[in-house]
């Protein structure tokens, strides 16, 4: 079974300042999703950033980004300029493409918190 | 283009009751996937729907069912109900090549 981790539990930035959250994975699959999901104290959970396996160019959208390393089976986010609307729990997500399933495997998060 | 909608938001249930949970996903997603959430656990698959028909299963007692209707909305259901069940129930709906979207969640509590 594929396993993420997210080996920091809690992080903290300057309101303005960059942050990168690390994600690791397990798989033995060659085609997969990576996700990063936010959610915030409302609890729902909001796709921040997703990333194709078979894609070399890191995906961005406006101030986050991702280091995706294939071979080292890792995928972390950069959150750039963080604001305080950033602070959340961040969740690091696998998805399968050779299942056809939907179905997503979460690490266990890490608390972001974004210092004023 | 609304968004995936769960009723009901929040929900307190005695022990050995049943509940069910609906979750109506984004229009044109025919896949609904269910997950729980708790402190301890972390986020745990629980099924998915698709086309009415259940894809995929993941590690949890027989309690715990679901079913998907020909519009797409998606019930679960927890009988028998146990203290441990308290938790976020989160759905997502999903198209292939794009992420999963989640809806605001269920709160149960089991007391």
């Known amino acids: 079974a594929q396993t993420v981790t997210q080996s920091q539990p809690e992080m903290s930035v300057q309101e303005a300042e960059t942050v990168t959250l690390s994600c690791t994975y397990d798989t033995s699959e060659s085609d997969y999703y990576l996700f990063w999901y936010k959610q915030p104290p409302s609890r729902q959970m909001i796709l921040v950033i997703r990333q194709e396996a078979y894609k070399q160019q890191n995906a961005t959208e406006n101030r986050f980004s991702v280091n995706f390393q294939k071979a080292a089976k890792s995928f972390s986010l950069k959150i750039s300029d963080s604001q305080l609307g950033d602070a959340a729990m961040y969740f690091c997500?696998?998805?399968?493409?050779?299942?056809?399933?939907?179905?997503?495997?979460f690490g266990t998060g890490t608390r972001l918190t974004v210092i004023p | 283009k609304a968004g995936v909608t769960q009723t009901p938001r929040y929900l307190i249930k005695t022990r050995g009751q049943q509940v069910t949970l609906s979750c109506s996903p984004i229009?044109?997603?025919?896949?609904v996937s269910w997950y729980q959430q708790t402190p301890g656990q972390g986020l745990q698959f629980l099924f998915e729907y698709f086309s009415e028909t259940q894809r995929n299963k993941g590690n949890f007692p027989g309690r715990f069912s679901g079913r998907q209707f020909s519009n797409s909305r998606s019930e679960m259901n927890v009988s028998t109900l146990e203290l441990g069940d308290s938790a976020l129930y989160l759905c997502?709906?999903?198209?292939?090549?794009?992420?999963?979207?989640f809806g605001q969640g269920t709160r149960l509590t089991v007391v």
């Open positions: 997502a709906s999903s198209l292939r090549g794009e992420g999963a979207f």
């Open positions: 997500a696998y998805r399968s493409e050779w299942t056809g399933a939907n179905n997503l495997f």
């Open positions: 229009s044109g997603h025919r896949s």
